[in-house]
C-alpha cells in the first residue's frame, strides 16, 4: 500500500485524507476550519501531525505527494497556507484540483455544518451558516425555490441530518434530490480515484 501519495478535503467539521485504497475522516475542533478554509494555522498544523502519526502516512522513505482539494472559495493565501504547512511537514509536490471537477453533475448541492456550497448551472454559489435561519435571499429555500426549475439536485456533505433537511427542502421547494450512497465521503473517493 502507496501511502507516500495522499488526498486532502477539508470542511468546518472534518479533514478527509485518502491514500490509494484508505480514508481517513477525522473530526476537527471548532473554529481551526471555517468555510472550508484553515482559520488557526497553528492549530491545524499540529492537528495534522496527530492524525498523520496516528494513520502511519509517515512511514514512506520516498517523498510524499498531496493532493488537496481547491474549494471554489479558495483566495491565493488560502492555498499558500496549505501549501506552506505541507513544504513544512516535509511534501515534496504538493498540487491542487479544483473542487467542481470532482463532481458528476452539475446541480449538486454539498451541505455542510455551518455552510453550503452549490454548483448549479456551472456557477458556485456559498452559503453561511445561517442558510436555514433568514427569510430573505440568502436562505437556501429561497434560493432552491427562485433559481432551480425542475431540476434534479444532487445532494452530497457531511451535515448530521442531511435527510431530514433533504425531505423537508424537497416538500418545501417541489423538486428532486438525490442523496447519494455515503455522501460525506463524496468528494474524497472522487479524489482518492485520481491518486496514483
Request: charged share 25%; glycine share 2%; hydrophobic share 35%.
Amino acid at each position: 500500500m502507496s501511502k507516500s501519495n495522499l488526498g486532502l478535503y477539508l470542511t468546518d467539521s472534518y479533514l478527509y485524507l485518502c491514500a490509494k485504497d484508505q480514508i481517513y475522516q477525522e473530526k476537527i475542533e471548532a473554529n481551526i476550519i471555517v468555510d472550508n478554509k484553515i482559520a488557526k494555522s497553528e492549530e491545524f498544523y499540529r492537528c495534522l501531525v496527530k492524525i498523520i502519526k496516528k494513520h502511519k502516512l509517515n512511514d514512506s522513505l520516498l517523498g510524499k505527494n498531496i493532493l488537496i482539494v481547491e474549494q471554489p472559495n479558495y483566495q491565493k493565501v488560502d492555498k499558500e497556507l496549505l501549501t506552506s504547512i505541507f513544504e513544512k511537514l516535509s511534501f515534496n509536490k504538493i498540487n491542487f484540483y479544483q473542487y467542481n471537477n470532482l463532481l458528476d453533475n452539475d446541480n449538486t448541492f454539498n451541505l455542510n455544518q455551518h455552510n453550503a456550497l452549490i454548483w448549479l448551472n456551472k456557477q458556485n454559489f456559498y452559503f453561511s451558516y445561517n442558510m436555514f435561519i433568514n427569510n430573505d435571499e440568502n436562505n437556501l429555500t429561497y434560493f432552491l425555490k427562485h433559481y432551480v426549475d425542475n431540476n434534479d439536485i444532487f445532494l452530497i456533505g457531511d451535515l448530521a441530518n442531511l435527510n431530514n433537511i433533504a425531505d423537508c427542502l424537497e416538500q418545501e421547494c417541489k423538486i428532486n434530490i438525490y442523496r447519494y450512497n455515503q455522501p460525506e465521503f463524496y468528494i474524497i473517493k472522487k479524489l482518492q480515484k485520481i491518486i496514483v
